[in-house]
């Protein structure tokens, strides 16, 4: 990478990472993408910011499509030189944002995975299955109450420390993207399958640390008694699911996005769940307004008056 744009890189990492404040994987993210631009900028012969034209963006992103990239890569890739070309324009270190003109391709409107509310039943039932005394066990129900109960991402559960909650008052602290934090209910049977977590089984897997130095913050642990790793609970969510008898594939934000279709279904206007979810953009959350089309028939037939 030329000094110019190392050094235009760099400053604009710091910018979104201390000055906006972004979280560490949205950073990550964006200097993948704007090495990747770099790169082929300079596999191009363009050494300085302002050697880029509009045209050279609109080829970038043609190379984007010969890769085989997906419309969502595209579409993020794009955004993040969006960015980078605004930052560019801010620092007075061109005279133009050429990438103004340069739109993201649309991506398919695809529907998120939800489980119906007998699925949810029977994949938190199963997570209890076994003996009801084993520390582990308890912990994977919590959890995965937990998860259901305030739809939260699977890196604010693993993150989740013990005076994050209040199980008198029915509430939890989230931290959200960007460090940002948000309060959310929780409902009283995940108040429940906690406080037996707590009472019964934290305590033991705590005793359990192999390191000797006991883990006093986490809410979850995993069994040698260290906080709960994202990708321990997506096992959980595996097991839970197969033991529960449901074929889908299954994934930790399964819960997130069955919760919140659940709360849109149940009334719950689209604001609420868009603060609920910690999303800084109600776009985001309109995803979640989809109806299925049981829904969309029993709507009609007690709506339409020549339904019946």
């Known amino acids: 990478?030329?000094?110019?744009?190392?050094?235009?890189?760099?400053?604009?990492?710091?910018?979104?990472?201390?000055?906006?404040?972004?979280?560490?994987?949205?950073?990550?993210?964006?200097?993948?993408?704007?090495?990747?631009?770099?790169?082929?900028?300079?596999?191009?012969?363009?050494?300085?910011?302002?050697?880029?034209?509009?045209?050279?963006?609109?080829?970038?992103?043609?190379?984007?499509d010969e890769a085989g990239e997906s419309a969502r890569s595209k579409a993020r890739r794009i955004a993040s030189l969006h960015e980078f070309h605004r930052f560019a324009l801010g620092q007075h270190m061109v005279?133009?944002?050429?990438?103004?003109?340069?739109?993201?391709?649309?991506?398919?409107?695809?529907?998120?995975?939800?489980?119906?509310?007998?699925?949810?039943?029977?994949?938190?039932d199963a997570a209890a299955v076994g003996d009801s005394t084993d520390p582990v066990v308890l912990r994977n129900k919590a959890l995965l109450e937990f998860m259901y109960a305030t739809?939260?991402?699977?890196?604010?559960?693993?993150?989740?420390?013990?005076?994050d909650i209040d199980?008198?008052?029915?509430?939890?602290?989230?931290?959200?993207?960007?460090?940002?934090?948000?309060?959310?209910?929780i409902g009283s049977y995940a108040c429940e399958a906690l406080s037996q977590y707590l009472g019964a089984a934290r305590g033991e897997l705590e005793r359990r640390s192999t390191s000797g130095v006991p883990e006093r913050r986490a809410l979850f642990l995993n069994k040698r008694g260290r906080r709960i790793s994202r990708q321990s609970?997506?096992?959980?969510?595996?097991?839970?699911?197969?033991?529960?008898?449901?074929?889908?594939?299954?994934h930790p934000h399964t819960l997130r996005h069955s919760f919140a279709t659940h709360l849109i279904q149940g009334g719950a206007d689209v604001r609420t769940v868009q603060e609920l979810l910690g999303h800084a953009s109600v776009t985001t959350t309109q995803i979640y307004t989809h109806v299925s089309p049981e829904h969309l028939i029993e709507a009609y037939i007690s709506s339409h008056p020549r339904a019946r």
């Open 151 to 163: 739809g939260c991402r699977v890196s604010e559960a693993a993150g989740e420390n013990l005076d």
């Open 233 to 250: 609970i997506w096992e959980v969510v595996k097991d839970a699911g197969a033991r529960a008898g449901i074929t889908r594939p299954l």
């Open 167 to 185: 199980l008198d008052e029915h509430v939890a602290r989230l931290m959200g993207k960007g460090s940002k934090q948000r309060l959310v209910p």
């Open 1 to 64: 990478m030329t000094s110019s744009f190392a050094r235009l890189t760099e400053q604009f990492i710091v910018h979104i990472g201390v000055e906006r404040g972004l979280a560490d994987a949205t950073v990550k993210a964006y200097e993948s993408d704007i090495a990747k631009y770099v790169e082929w900028l300079e596999s191009q012969g363009i050494s300085d910011p302002n050697g880029i034209t509009s045209k050279t963006v609109e080829d970038y992103v043609a190379s984007l």
């Open 95 to 124: 005279a133009d944002d050429v990438s103004a003109a340069v739109k993201a391709p649309k991506s398919a409107s695809t529907l998120p995975d939800v489980l119906n509310v007998d699925e949810v039943t029977r994949l938190l």
